[in-house]
C-alpha cells in the first residue's frame, strides 16, 4: 500500500509564525541574549532547516562578544544545546495549550489514508518532542498512534536535503515511487523530490511567494468540508489533478500515476517520481 508522509510545521500546523517565534524569542530572553526576531527577519530564518541551525546563524564574532559567550567552540555549541533544549520546552507548552489549530484538511486526509490502508508518516527537521506535540494536536491520540515519526538529528543533514524523505521511506520499507509528501516549504519540496518522492504542497505563512516548480500539487491548503468548510484554492496543477473544493485522497493518489503519463503538460521540470529535482531557490542558501 502507499503511503503518505507529512512535513510537519506549516503542514500539519501554522506553528512557525505562533510557535516558533515566540519560543525563540522567549529563550532569547531568558538567557539575556542581545536579539529577538521580528517576523520579516523570521521569515528569512525559516529557509534554515532545524532550530539549533537557526541558532548558529546568530554566532558571529560581534554577537558571541556581545553576548559576553565562549569563544571555545564546543563550549559555544553546549551553548546552543541548552538554549534549543529551553525552546523545545516553551513551544511544546505554546502547542499543548491548544493556541494554534491545525491546518484545514490533515486529519481528514490522515484518517481518510489510515481507512484505506495507507502508511502514515510524518518527515522533520524539528526535534523529535517538538514534532510528537503538533502530531497530537492536529490528529488526536489515536489517529496519531498510527504514524511513524521521523524527526531531528536521525540524519545528519537537513531539508533541502534529500536524507529525511530516504530514510523515512527506507526504514517504512517502501520505495519512494509509493510514497507522496506534504509540505509547505520549497526546501521542505526539493527534499521530497530529491528522495524520488512525489510532492504536493500545502502553502503557509512564510511560504506563499516561494517557487514550487517540481511539485505535482499546489494549493492554499486541503481544506475542509463544512461545518469547519474551508475552500481550497489550486495554485498549480501540472498534472491535471483537478481537486475539488477540498483535495481528497484520491487526488492525493492520483498524483502516484499521473506523473509519468503526461510529462508535457508540466509547468516545470517535475518529471516522474525519482527525477533530479530542480536546483535550490536563491532565498534559500
Not at 523570521?42 to 532547516?49: D, I, L, R, S
Not at 527537521?125 to 511513524?148: D, K
Not at 486541503?222 to 483535495?247: A, I, M
Request: with cysteine.
Amino acid at each position: 500500500m502507499p503511503a503518505l508522509v507529512f512535513d510537519c510545521d506549516g503542514v500539519l500546523a501554522d506553528t512557525e509564525r505562533h510557535g516558533h517565534l515566540p519560543a525563540f524569542n522567549e529563550t532569547f530572553a531568558e538567557f539575556g541574549l542581545p536579539v529577538r526576531w521580528s517576523d520579516q527577519e523570521y521569515a528569512e530564518k525559516v529557509k534554515v532547516g532545524g532550530g539549533k541551525e537557526r541558532m548558529r546563524t546568530l554566532l558571529t564574532p560581534d554577537f558571541v562578544a556581545a553576548a559576553g559567550l565562549p569563544a571555545d567552540p564546543a563550549a559555544l555549541e553546549e551553548r546552543v544545546q541548552g538554549w534549543h533544549r529551553r525552546k523545545t520546552e516553551i513551544y511544546t507548552g505554546i502547542i499543548r495549550s491548544g493556541r494554534i489549530p491545525p491546518r484545514p484538511g490533515v486529519r481528514r486526509v490522515a484518517a481518510e489514508a489510515h481507512e484505506a490502508g495507507w502508511t502514515l508518516a510524518v518527515a522533520s527537521t524539528s526535534v523529535e518532542a517538538s514534532v510528537r506535540s503538533v502530531l497530537e494536536l492536529a490528529m488526536g491520540s489515536e489517529l496519531a498512534s498510527h504514524f511513524s515519526v521521523f524527526a531531528g538529528d536521525v540524519v545528519q543533514r537537513k531539508k533541502p536535503a534529500p536524507d529525511i524523505y530516504a530514510f523515512a521511506v527506507q526504514r517504512l520499507g517502501l520505495g519512494p515511487e509509493s510514497a507522496v509528501a506534504i509540505e509547505d516549504s520549497r526546501n521542505g519540496m526539493l527534499s521530497a523530490l530529491g528522495a524520488g518522492l512525489v510532492c504536493a504542497v500545502t502553502t503557509s505563512a512564510y511560504t506563499g511567494e516561494e517557487d514550487f516548480t517540481g511539485a505535482s500539487l499546489v494549493v492554499t491548503s486541503l481544506g475542509d468540508p463544512s461545518p469547519e468548510e474551508t475552500v481550497t484554492r489550486v495554485l498549480s496543477d501540472p498534472l491535471g489533478v483537478r481537486p475539488g473544493p477540498w483535495v481528497a485522497l484520491a487526488d492525493l493518489a492520483a498524483l502516484l500515476t499521473a506523473g509519468g503519463d503526461e510529462g508535457s503538460t508540466t509547468s516545470g521540470p517535475t518529471g516522474p517520481p525519482g527525477a533530479a529535482p530542480p536546483g535550490p531557490h536563491p532565498r534559500s542558501q
